[in-house]
C-alpha cells in the first residue's frame, strides 16, 4: 500500500482542531495527521470566566453536515433575537429572521467544551495530537517542510496548514507579510450575570466610541443570565475603565448598555486589547496553508472570526478532495492557490463589513452621526436592510 501523504497542522485552536478533527474522519486511511500544540486548554470549570463564541446559522449548517453539530449543540445557547440600540440616540431595531423564525438566529458556545469536544473526535480519528511542544524552526528549503519541535524532534511533511493564531510565527519564518490596520479601538472582554430573563436576546449597543456586545452565554444557573460582553472604546477610556473596582465598573457598565438586559449583578475577570485587524498578504506557499487567525483576524464585534474559518475549512476538506485524487498530492502551488482564490473573496467582504459595522457610530461628522441613528429606526421598519444585517451575522451570503 502506498505510503499516506503526512499532514501537520501547527495550532490546536478552534481552526486547527476543527480541521483536523474534519479531515481525521474523511481522510481516515488517506491522510496521516498530526497536530501540535504548545499548551491546550485544560477541563472548562464552572466559571464566570469562560471564553464563548458564537455561530452563525450558516456554521451549524456546516457543522451538521459533518456530523458535529450533535454534540455541540447539547451545550449550545440560541441567540432568538439581536435588539440593536444606539446610545444616547433615537433608533433601535430587533434584528429577527423573518424567513423562518422557527430556528435560532446563531448559537453561542463555551470554547472550552468545543475545543474538548473536538479533541475527542480527533482522538478517536486516531490523529496524533502532539501536546505541549512548540515548533521552533520551520525550515521549507528542502523539497519537503521539516518542523523542528522544541525537544529536537523533527517532522517531515507533505503539507502544513499553519493555524498558529494571529501572531504566527511560521507565518514570519516564511516571510508572508501582513496588512495590519492600527487600532482605533480597545477592547475589554468579559462575562457578567444580571437579573434580567433568560430570554435568548443579543445586545448591540453602538456607543459614541464603538459597539458594545452583551451575547447570551449557555448555563445560565437558577434562571438568571449570564452574557460575554465586549466592551469596544478609545484607548484612554479602555484604560480608565480597566482602573476601575468592580462596582463602579458595573456602574458605568449599566450607564452605558441601560437596563434591557436587566441589572447586571456580577461581572468576571476582565481582559484588554487592542483591535488592530491584521489580514495576511498570501494564504499559501508551497506544500503550506494558513487557516483561522493567522490568516485573518478581525474585528469581534459580528463575532465573524471563527464562522470564517468553518468556512475555510470546507474550502480546505475539497482541495484535500481534490489533490489525494491526484499522482503527486500537495505538489502544485498552482493546484493549490485554488484555495486562495476561493477564500480572498469571502475574507474580503467578512473584513469590510465588520470593519464598517465596528466603526458605525465611532465618527465625528455630525451628517453620518445622525444618518445613522435614522439607519437604525429604519431598520426596524425596512426589511431588506434589517435582513440584510440578519443575514450577515447569521453567516449567509
Ligand atoms: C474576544 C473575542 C471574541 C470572539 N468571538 C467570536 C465569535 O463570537 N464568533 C466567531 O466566529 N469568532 C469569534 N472570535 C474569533 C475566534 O475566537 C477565533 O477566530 C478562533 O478562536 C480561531 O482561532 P485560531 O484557532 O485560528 O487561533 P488561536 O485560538 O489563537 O489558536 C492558535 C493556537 O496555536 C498555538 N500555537 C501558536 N504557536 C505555536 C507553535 N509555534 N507551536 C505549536 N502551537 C502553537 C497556540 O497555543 C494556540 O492554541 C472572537 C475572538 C475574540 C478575541
Not at 46 to 52: E, I
Request: proline share 4%.
Amino acid at each position: 500500500m502506498a505510503k499516506r501523504p503526512r499532514l501537520v497542522i501547527v495550532g490546536g485552536g478552534l481552526a486547527g482542531l476543527l480541521l483536523a478533527a474534519h479531515a481525521g474522519e474523511r481522510f481516515r486511511d488517506l491522510l496521516n495527521i498530526s497536530v501540535i500544540e504548545r499548551a491546550l486548554p485544560r477541563a472548562p470549570e464552572a466559571s464566570l470566566d469562560t471564553r464563548a463564541t458564537a455561530l452563525s446559522r450558516g456554521s451549524k449548517e456546516l457543522l451538521e453536515t459533518w456530523g458535529f453539530w450533535e454534540e455541540v449543540s447539547e451545550s449550545a445557547k440560541a441567540i432568538e433575537n439581536i435588539h440593536v440600540s444606539r446610545k444616547s440616540r433615537f433608533g433601535s431595531a430587533l434584528l429577527q429572521d423573518e424567513i423562518a423564525d422557527t430556528d435560532p438566529m446563531g448559537w453561542v458556545v463555551e470554547n472550552a467544551l468545543l475545543q474538548a469536544a473536538l479533541l475527542a473526535r480527533c482522538e478517536a480519528a486516531g490523529i496524533e495530537v502532539i501536546e505541549g511542544h512548540e515548533v521552533v524552526n520551520f525550515m521549507t528549503t528542502c523539497d519537503r517542510p521539516v518542523l523542528e519541535l522544541d525537544d529536537q524532534r523533527e517532522l517531515v511533511a507533505d503539507v502544513v496548514i499553519i493555524a498558529d493564531g494571529a501572531e504566527s510565527s511560521l507565518r514570519n519564518q516564511l516571510g508572508i507579510g501582513v496588512k495590519r490596520r492600527a487600532p482605533s479601538q480597545f477592547a475589554i472582554a468579559f462575562n457578567c450575570e444580571s437579573d434580567g430573563i433568560d430570554d435568548g436576546i443579543a445586545y448591540e449597543r453602538f456607543t459614541d466610541e464603538g459597539p458594545l456586545a452583551f451575547l447570551p452565554l449557555p448555563g445560565s444557573g437558577g434562571n438568571k443570565p449570564r452574557y460575554n460582553v465586549i466592551w469596544c472604546a478609545h484607548q484612554e477610556t479602555q484604560s480608565r475603565l480597566l482602573a476601575l473596582d468592580d462596582h463602579d465598573f458595573i456602574d458605568e457598565l449599566q450607564a452605558m448598555v441601560g437596563w434591557r438586559a436587566g441589572r447586571v449583578t456580577k461581572i468576571g475577570r476582565r481582559a484588554g486589547w487592542p483591535l488592530s485587524v491584521v489580514v495576511s498578504r498570501e494564504l499559501v506557499r508551497s506544500r503550506c496553508l494558513l487557516l483561522g487567525n493567522s490568516a485573518h483576524t478581525v474585528h469581534p464585534v459580528a463575532g465573524q472570526g471563527f464562522n470564517l474559518s468553518v468556512r475555510d475549512v470546507e474550502r480546505l476538506i475539497a482541495l484535500f478532495d481534490a489533490e489525494l485524487g491526484t499522482e503527486s498530492p500537495f505538489e502544485s502551488v498552482a493546484r493549490l492557490s485554488d484555495f486562495e482564490r476561493a477564500s480572498l473573496s469571502d475574507h474580503e467582504q467578512t473584513i469590510a463589513a465588520t470593519t464598517l459595522l465596528s466603526g458605525l457610530f465611532d465618527t465625528p461628522q455630525p451628517l453620518i452621526d445622525s444618518m445613522s441613528s435614522v439607519a437604525l429606526s429604519a431598520m426596524d421598519i425596512l426589511g431588506p436592510l434589517r435582513r440584510g444585517v440578519a443575514n450577515f451575522g447569521m453567516g449567509r451570503r
